[in-house]
């Protein structure tokens, strides 16, 4: 019995070390092929109008965020899409990025988009971030420790205030982890909705009821 509570355990380990790999692979992929079209205006608006200009525009009609709201995006990566696009809808938008070349990179091409005084990137943990001073925050999908960054924001989020985090679906739960589901939590208003390449996005309103 000890011996195949140990293989158990092994095996157990093995799979959790595999998609480690895995997302960890995926991640890196992803980077590169971010800072490649960080320096290219033509294939940053070709990147995003490809992958992110629909999704934030769907993430955005779960919000009821009016132009003049302070958003926040964690792990706005080189190629800050998400960033640009909401600033250009009038909100005043701020990303972060635990890595500073990512961050240099971002901030050089907000400046070549003429974004330079919309918006910003800053070089932070994800985990030391607090919504308290932002009307949404929004998360990646490629963002580690996810589940933690999201609990920290719903202690310091205000009434009224929206997370919006992007989860793996479909073919994407092979490399990606899922969060808990927010829907158990009262005080928490939650809407979704799919997105293409195995995405779905998922919108968490503080309503302001106590637990």
């Not at 990025?97 to 330079?116: I, K, Q, W």
Request: aromatic share 10%; charged share 25%.
């Amino acid at each position: 019995m000890i011996y195949k509570e140990n293989i158990g355990t092994i095996q157990a380990g093995s799979k959790a070390n595999d998609s480690c790999f895995t997302f960890n692979l995926l991640s890196r992929a992803v980077k590169l092929i971010e800072c490649s079209l960080a320096w290219s205006l033509r294939l940053f608006f070709m990147y995003g109008e490809l992958f992110y200009a629909k999704m934030v525009e769907k993430e955005l009609q779960m919000t009821d965020l009016k132009p003049g709201a302070k958003v926040l995006h964690i792990g706005a990566g080189s190629v800050p899409y998400t960033v640009f696009y909401l600033s250009k809808k009038g909100f005043l938008a701020k990303g972060i990025d635990h890595d500073p070349r990512t961050v240099s990179a971002a901030n050089r091409l907000l400046c070549s988009l003429g974004a330079c005084g919309e918006a910003e990137i800053e070089t932070m943990e994800g985990l030391h971030s607090e919504a308290g001073d932002y009307d949404a925050v929004w998360i990646s999908l490629h963002v580690q420790d996810k589940q933690h960054i999201i609990d920290r924001l719903k202690q310091t989020m205000g009434q009224d205030c929206f997370i919006v985090y992007r989860e793996p679906r479909a073919w994407m739960n092979l490399f990606y982890k899922k969060t808990e589901n927010p829907c158990q939590n009262k005080g928490f208003l939650t809407k979704s909705c799919k997105n293409k390449l195995g995405k779905q996005s998922i919108a968490i309103q503080n309503i302001g009821v106590k637990t």
